[in-house]
């Protein structure tokens, strides 16, 4: 099986631009998450999204919003980009029981997309 | 609440010597608990997870760890570091439908 791939792997935009990053998960995976990785604040969770539905959030603000689609592919866009924005972002599919309950032993991460501000 | 706390953000260990890098959980329900190793330039690995079964839990790569309930500790060791070790390494716990993870351990592996 292929792993989670994100595209682009790197990217550098200016302040007040937008941008989209995608993830397509593992064939028959229906959880996406999405994470924000910066040196000094860890791996901070950003969303997830199961059925093309938002089911958890985390604290981020409205300038970073998502969306999934009937393929599970999903798509994160940033926008009005500041520089604190610079990181690596993380998505992670996960496989769900019926019902929607995600498998929780297991969490699968693709290869990041690194986005610089500059 | 569930959280996870990594004591030290940088481990040093001489190649062959034991790695023992810590983690502490807390969780208001019975917690899954995973570590998760990044190379550079990388996304996450899985090392290992616990989900309730044996409470030593074995991985990739030579590690291992143990759920410590009493102690709400889950730390990875390894009796013999090698090179290719130097990494980071994230804990994990994941409760409902979401995972914390730890801030992270920098391990670095001295010849």
């Known amino acids: 099986k292929a792993g989670v791939t994100q595209t682009p792997r790197y990217l550098i935009k200016t302040r007040g631009q937008q941008v989209t990053l995608s993830c397509s998960p593992i064939s028959g995976h229906r959880s996406v998450s999405w994470y924000q990785q910066t040196p000094g604040q860890g791996l901070q969770f950003l969303f997830e999204y199961f059925s093309e539905t938002q089911r958890n959030k985390g604290n981020f603000p409205g300038r970073f919003s998502g969306r999934q689609f009937s393929n599970s592919r999903s798509e994160m866009n940033v926008s009005t980009l500041e520089l604190g924005d610079s990181a690596l972002y993380l998505c992670a599919s996960s496989r769900t029981l019926a019902g929607g309950t995600r498998v929780p032993n297991e969490q699968f991460f693709g290869p990041g997309t690194r986005l610089t501000v500059l | 609440a569930q959280s996870v706390t990594q004591l030290g953000s940088h481990v040093s260990v001489s190649e062959g010597a034991l790695v023992l890098l810590r983690c502490n959980y807390s969780s208001s329900v019975p917690p899954y608990l995973f570590w998760y190793v990044q190379y550079p330039n990388q996304g996450l690995q899985l090392l290992l997870k616990?989900?309730?079964?044996?409470?030593l839990v074995k991985g990739i790569n030579g590690f291992e760890a143990e759920f410590k309930k009493s102690e709400t500790s889950f730390h990875l060791t390894k009796p013999s570091a090698h090179m290719s070790d130097a990494a980071e390494y994230f804990c994990a716990v994941s409760a409902g439908n979401q995972f914390y993870f730890g801030t992270g351990t920098s391990l670095t592996v001295i010849p």
């Open positions: 616990y989900t309730s079964a044996a409470t």
